[in-house]
């Protein structure tokens, strides 16, 4: 199964309370924070089409989860997640083990939230959006699904 990379594009104006709640399950509390969830996670495929118009999101490939947990992934206190953090406190020696039980589904990140914060706080896209935030990816926009090119989006905003 994929694991979805899933991005709030747009803040918290004229949101509806509907949509507010739906973020706020996901754990997308602010702009530009981004989670991790498994496609194979019941009724998930149905938030992400109710907040559409504020998130984007498609599949994660390796390499970019890896660095998202390297590089923005945070412990509980705001430390930074390092091999000998992962070692200590649980069974995997390294972040490419525990990557690699994400992709298998033997861990979810946001189940180990007391080890792994499962937000990642992200930076605004280096050269800026390519498109409007107000529509969507398959109509020259941000929003909205965008399949393996969520990807190269996360990797500018590290």
Same mark, same amino acid.
């Given at each position: 199964?994929? =694991? $979805?990379?899933? /991005?709030?594009? +747009? %803040? ?6 509907? &949509? ?44 970019? =989860? $890896?660095?998202? /947990?390297?590089? +923005? %992934? ?6 930074? &997640? ?77």
């Amino acid at each position: 199964m994929a =694991l $979805y990379g899933i /991005i709030r594009i +747009r %803040g918290i104006p004229d949101t509806p309370p509907k &949509v507010r709640y739906i973020l706020s399950l996901l754990r997308l509390h602010k702009k530009f924070h981004a989670t991790v969830y498994p496609s194979s996670l019941p009724g998930i495929d149905g938030m992400l089409i109710e907040a559409q118009h504020w998130i984007t999101w498609g599949e994660l490939e390796y390499d970019t =989860l $890896y660095r998202l /947990i390297l590089y +923005r %992934g945070r412990a509980p206190g705001n430390k930074r &997640v390092t091999d000998e953090y992962i070692a200590k406190l649980t069974p995997y020696k390294s972040i490419k083990e525990l990557v690699d039980a994400l992709f298998a589904e033997k861990v979810y990140l946001h189940k180990i939230s007391n080890i792994v914060k499962p937000v990642f706080r992200l930076h605004p896209p280096k050269g800026g959006f390519k498109g409007s935030i107000k529509k969507h990816y398959k109509d020259g926009g941000e929003l909205g699904y965008r399949g393996k090119d969520i990807n190269k989006l996360i990797l500018r905003m590290i």
